[in-house]
């Protein structure tokens, strides 16, 4: 008969996520100003670029990413370590950004209640398929095709390409169904797709 040990409760604990700029975040919540500087500076180029692809709009995207910077700063004191620093500032971008578009009076329309005619393009179950693998994508090409796609398509295809989210994730930031989100995300792609072909 074996004797089994418990497990000591240090391990079951969770553990704060480790943060490269912990100790720029720390410095921050202590209201060092010098630190939301270099903070600022760590984080600029890449928030903005995820506020560009939401937006799509140069000047609208360095108006949201600074009032997302401003919420960070004033915020930071709820900042409790349990994700980056990074993570839970691109949260507060996408949510600006998001709020940003709404504002702007963004529809995405619910696929169950659209009733789909001429000009919505492609029924899901069109039979045929992309070879997304001879496609060369460039880069340029790719950020000027996604420019060109209505701000639904974009949208959703950001969210989902470049940040991450799910499409129940999606469906909830923006206020639509999972469903509608799938919809979306396929006939963006789609469109993309045309777009580079």
């Known amino acids: 008969m074996q004797l089994k040990l418990p497990v000591p409760l240090n391990l079951l604990e969770s553990k704060p996520y480790p943060d490269r700029h912990a100790d720029l975040v720390k410095r921050c919540q ?36 600074q009032e997302a910077f401003i919420d960070a700063f004033s915020h930071i004191g709820s900042f409790r370590g349990q994700s980056t620093f990074g993570a839970w500032l691109k949260q ?24 789909l005619g001429e000009d919505d393009g492609p029924d899901l179950a069109d039979p045929e398929p992309y070879d997304e693998e001879g496609v060369q994508l460039e ?9 060109q796609l209505p701000e639904g398509y974009r949208v959703v ?7 991450g ?33």
């Open 30 to 65: 202590q209201g060092e100003r010098r630190a939301q500087y270099d903070l600022y500076q760590q984080y600029v180029k890449a928030m903005y670029n995820v506020c560009f692809r939401i937006v799509n709009n140069e000047a609208e995207a360095e108006d949201v990413l």
């Open 139 to 147: 880069v340029d090409r790719v950020r000027r095709a996604m420019a």
């Open 165 to 197: 989210y799910d499409h129940e994730e999606i469906g909830n930031v923006l206020n639509i169904s999972e469903t509608t989100s799938r919809t979306q995300y396929l006939r963006g792609k789609k469109r993309l797709l045309d777009l580079l072909t």
């Open 157 to 163: 295809l950001s969210l989902y390409l470049f940040e």
């Open 92 to 115: 507060i971008v996408v949510n600006r950004a998001i709020n940003h578009l709404r504002s702007r009076r963004m529809t995405l329309v619910d696929i169950e209640s659209h009733r």
